[in-house]
């Protein structure tokens, strides 16, 4: 992503890149570890212009509470199970996922 845009630029930019996915379609991604949990609670855009600016205080404080991070394997499971379509952005070399239509398992 360019470093001359400005976050409201980069936030639309994003937005375009932002798509519904099968729970399925993310396995590998997923395998290796490159997956990232976004709590529903959150803008996957604000943490993904927060990724791209490399902000570590505010992802460590979003890891600290829980609202981002590794997909558990519970839910990984629960996902699976039902193909769950969930919403996604990649910021390489992450994939970026939010489930905005179920409750998630904390």
Known sequence: MSPHLSRDELKDKLNLETS??????????????????????????????????????????????????????????SWYDCNAELWAVVIAPWVLVQDRDSQELH
């Open 20 to 77: 519904r996915i099968g729970w399925h379609d993310l396995q590998t991604y997923y395998a290796r570890g490159h997956v990232v949990r976004v709590a529903a609670e959150l803008d996957l855009l604000d943490v993904a212009a927060e990724l791209v600016a490399d902000n570590k205080q505010q992802f460590e404080a979003w890891l600290q509470a829980g609202t981002v991070g590794d997909v558990p394997t519970d839910l990984a499971q």
